[in-house]
């Protein structure tokens, strides 16, 4: 069952979401060569907390960590350890905050230091993606708006779009419906109504789209072993433009992707 928001719900909603944004931000900001992925999970922990909220991934499932912090080749679900950060690595940090009763739920990808053209091609054009989809999440679309024009561009691009792992609607709960695929699935073909809240979160990868999940029970990385990347709004269906509820600025015009 699809949940729509009430107002009264937004008026709640809209204020965890900026503090998922807002952790995020610091978190991406405390990134830097010789930290552990532990440390950065910790120091998560402590804005969430400094804002008010707590994270809504620790536990969920028995999920073990604050945040979801993959390194490279690493594609969701990274699990917080004592790995040191190295000068060119790129990581993907996912934070879901719980604040007054709803979640939001953003995430992106940022170089350690500073990255090779390679790499940094891969984050631009998954960014792109992001907001390429949230482009068509407009009242009266259906999922399959969202999910092609992310496919496309992706594709288009060079890159593989991951399978196993979609967006999906968010709210008082982590996964609500609908699932909101970053490939086409004629199975997810909701239209879109105001008053939705989807998490578009494109998974993408520098080579095959192939994943794997390691042992930890948890990891999720490329069979291939190329890089990664992962770019996540929470996003409010309205009666016009989207709005992006984990985003304080505007929605950017198309990057430049070289």
Not at 235 to 258: A, D, Y
Request: aromatic fraction near 6%; proline fraction near 4%.
């Amino acid at each position: 069952m699809i949940i729509l928001k009430s107002e009264r719900d937004l008026e709640a909603m809209r204020p965890a979401c900026v503090v998922a944004s807002a952790v995020l931000n610091e978190v991406a900001a405390f990134i830097r060569p010789g930290v552990t992925t532990k440390q950065v999970d910790v120091f998560a922990a402590e804005r969430m907390k400094a804002h008010g909220g707590r994270s809504a991934f620790l536990g969920y499932r028995k999920y073990p960590c604050q945040t979801c912090i993959s390194v490279n080749d690493e594609v969701v679900h990274g699990l917080a350890n004592e790995r040191v950060l190295k000068f060119g690595d790129i990581v993907s940090v996912d934070c879901g905050v719980m604040y007054r009763g709803f979640i939001g739920d953003t995430a992106k990808t940022v170089a350690v230091g500073g990255c090779g053209v390679i790499a940094q091609r891969l984050m631009d054009v998954t960014a792109q993606a992001l907001y390429e989809g949230i482009a068509q999440a407009l009242p009266g679309n259906r999922v399959t708006d969202i999910s092609r024009v992310i496919q496309n561009y992706v594709e288009g691009n060079g890159y593989g779009v991951v399978r196993e792992f979609v967006g999906h609607g968010v709210g008082r709960t982590m996964h609500e419906e609908p699932q909101v695929p970053n490939f086409v699935d004629g199975r997810c073909n909701q239209k879109l109504r105001p008053g939705m809240t989807i998490a578009i979160e494109p998974m993408v990868t520098a080579g095959r789209p192939e994943v794997k999940v390691l042992k930890d029970g948890w990891t999720v990385v490329t069979q291939d072993g190329s890089l990664s990347a992962h770019f996540e709004h929470t996003v409010l269906i309205t009666e016009g433009e989207p709005e992006i509820l984990t985003c304080m600025e505007k929605m950017p015009s198309r990057l430049k992707v070289s």
